[in-house]
């Protein structure tokens, strides 16, 4: 009965030492899972996503001269009009044209008024006249004064004018202007015509009135 008695007692008091064991593991457990209390401390603040990338205001588009930036070509034509005081009902033929001098972008103005040929470089950015040219033309076609001297057996310069006009239909004689020229033995009537934005080529036979050559181009 002691053996017995001694075993059950032994036995109790090593459940006893289990189960303490158990509960110091549980207390240790429920120690270390308590979660911190941050309401004394400051939420860090978002962080900005720099991989975003800015989106342009509505109309605010960056062009290039070549897109269209700075002054237009209506604009360009009336700058040379007026440094030339000349107006455009006394223009016979004008050609506006972009082109690019030593890395600037320009407009080419070119117009015809009368006997007289203006050339116009103008920065297309800033509108500023960077050159300009003017020359008179004795060749244009002024009546009886100026004429070339006509050689026997040919038409006359009147004729020839006269043959031009009734290819161009609303053309002034003022706008067209021709000199004599011999090739081969032959004489011709060569010359240039400028009317309604179009610029005309041609070649006459002095002897026949028969127009060898003849081109058209547009000027815009």
């Not at 549980?26 to 979660?35: C, D, F, I, R, Y």
Request: hydrophobic residues 30%; charged residues 25%.
């Amino acid at each position: 009965m002691r053996k017995r008695r001694y075993f059950i007692l032994a036995a109790a008091a090593a459940l006893g030492i289990t189960l303490a064991g158990c509960g110091n593991n549980s207390k240790e457990q429920s120690q270390g899972s308590v979660t911190p209390n941050y309401d004394n401390q400051s939420t860090p603040e978002a962080t900005p996503d720099t991989t975003a990338q800015a989106t342009p205001a509505a109309g605010s588009q960056q062009t290039t001269p070549e897109g269209g930036s700075g002054i237009t070509e209506e604009e360009a034509k009336s700058i040379a009009l007026t440094d030339a005081g000349v107006t455009e009902e006394n223009v016979s033929a004008i050609r506006v044209k972009q082109d690019r001098d030593d890395g600037v972008m320009i407009y080419e103005v070119e117009f015809y008024s009368g006997a007289q040929e203006y050339d116009y470089d103008i920065e297309m950015a800033t509108g500023t006249i960077l050159s300009k040219d003017y020359d008179v033309e004795n060749d244009f076609y002024t009546g009886q004064q100026g004429q070339s001297a006509q050689p026997e057996g040919t038409i006359s310069q009147d004729q020839a004018v006269q043959i031009v006009m009734d290819r161009i239909q609303g053309i002034a004689a003022s706008d067209i202007r021709m000199e004599l020229d011999h090739d081969d033995g032959k004489t011709y009537y060569e010359g240039e015509a400028y009317y309604n934005n179009k610029e005309y080529e041609f070649e006459i036979d002095a002897s026949t009135g028969e127009v060898v050559e003849w081109s058209e181009e547009n000027w815009r």
